[in-house]
Nanobody, 114 residues
Framework: VQLVESGGGLVQAGGSLRLSCAAS????????MAWYRQAPGNQRELVAA???????NYADSVKGRFTISRNNAKNTVYLQMNSLKPEDTAVYYC?????????WGQGTQVTVSS
């Protein structure tokens, strides 16, 4: 099983990006999927999470700007990021509970210029 993220990049403040994370391999069940981020010198923090029945929760810092969603048929989770701020700059990691084990993606860089 592996998770592969895509969609990171460089964007100006106020802009938008959409991250995707696709799970592949021998999968019979995916429970909660989430996005975390880690900025230089900081600890990794939860950005948003979504359960299998699509209940969501968000970090206070991104509420109203970011939206997490998933497509269970495609084993994919998304993070739509709007109104981006320089403080959103970080490596973003996908995480998922697959087959009752914890998996992480390799990370994708998001850089927001002021």
């Amino acid at each position: 099983v592996q998770l592969v993220e895509s969609g990171g990049g460089l964007v100006q403040a106020g802009g938008s990006l959409r991250l995707s994370c696709a799970a592949s391999g021998s999968i019979f069940r995916i429970n909660t999927m989430a996005w975390y981020r880690q900025a230089p010198g900081n600890q990794r923090e939860l950005v948003a999470a979504i359960t299998r029945d699509e209940s969501t929760n968000y970090a206070d810092s991104v509420k109203g700007r970011f939206t997490i969603s998933r497509n269970n048929a495609k084993n994919t989770v998304y993070l739509q990021m709007n109104s981006l701020k320089p403080e959103d700059t970080a490596v973003y990691y996908c995480q998922a509970f697959i087959n009752f084990s914890d998996y992480w993606g390799q990370g994708t860089q998001v850089t927001v210029s002021s």
